[in-house]
Nanobody
Framework: QVRVVESGGGLVQPGGSLRLSCAAS????????MSWYRQAPGKERELVAT???????NYGDSVKGRFTIPRDIAKNTVYLQMNDLTPGDTDIYSC?????????WGQGTQVTVSSPWGQGTQVTVSS
């Protein structure tokens, strides 16, 4: 049985950074590729980044130049380093492991990019 556990989601301001982790465990785990996907309610799942056993990497067009996908082979762990975040990056991020025994998903972790400021409201004092 393969277990996939994500961590690192949370709330961040626009322009900030966040790092997600995904650890895979299981007996005789031979990993071919590790990927991050994201999906918002009512939207299709989108590939964010993939790193393969041969170290080749692919990124989704919307995250190129901002996200990277480093990995620690010895720990069967992949990370998603997200920089220059925008509200459009708000989604549930899920880790996918493609191994010799099949495809495995984590439970997902929420990433929310939002300003702590409201839009403001006009106050007028007039006699």
């Amino acid at each position: 049985q393969v277990r996939v556990v994500e961590s690192g989601g949370g709330l961040v301001q626009p322009g900030g950074s966040l790092r997600l982790s995904c650890a895979a465990s299981g007996r005789s785990l031979a990993i071919y590729a590790m990927s991050w996907y994201r999906q918002a309610p009512g939207k299709e799942r989108e590939l964010v980044a993939t790193i393969r056993i041969d170290k080749t990497v692919n990124y989704g067009d919307s995250v190129k130049g901002r996200f990277t996908i480093p990995r620690d082979i010895a720990k069967n762990t992949v990370y998603l380093q997200m920089n220059d975040l925008t509200p459009g990056d708000t989604d549930i991020y899920s880790c996918n492991i493609n191994s010799r025994v099949g495809l495995h998903w984590g439970q997902g972790t929420q990433v929310t990019v939002s300003s702590p400021w409201g839009q403001g409201t006009q106050v007028t004092v007039s006699s």
